[in-house]
Nanobody, 120 residues
Framework: QVQLLESGGGLVQAGGSLRLSCAAS????????MGWFRQAPGKEREFVAR????????SYADSVKGRFTISRDNAKNTVYLQMDSLKPGDTAVYYC?????????????WGQGTQVTVSS
């Protein structure tokens, strides 16, 4: 099993920045990709960004391109999401995800979620 522990959520004004962290523990050798999803009230969970463990290839949702940056520290089994130029529409619970499928279409593991609230 793999455990994912998120941190870094909070309340920020529009235009501000936040950095989320997600530390993986357990059978981390089984992970090929880590990423972030988010779920706003009344909406379905949606993909935000992902990064491959090998090679560091990244992918982003169109809605966050140019504003969010995903990075990783393989030695620490940790992935980060730097969120800049935040908008009220970014308000959601952000979930860390990990899996063996590099596209992260169906993550094998999920974190508990961290709330991000952007005020206007």
């Amino acid at each position: 099993q793999v455990q994912l522990l998120e941190s870094g959520g909070g309340l920020v004004q529009a235009g501000g920045s936040l950095r989320l962290s997600c530390a993986a523990s357990g059978r981390t050798f089984a992970i090929n990709v880590m990423g972030w999803f988010r779920q706003a009230p009344g909406k379905e969970r949606e993909f935000v960004a992902r990064i491959r463990k090998s090679g560091g290839i990244t992918s982003y949702a169109d809605s966050v391109k140019g504003r969010f940056t995903i990075s990783r520290d393989n030695a620490k089994n940790t992935v980060y999401l730097q969120m800049d130029s935040l908008k009220p529409g970014d308000t959601a619970v952000y979930y860390c995800a990990a899996g063996s499928n590099v596209l992260l279409t169906k993550p094998d593991y999920w974190g508990q979620g961290t709330q991000v609230t952007v005020s206007s």
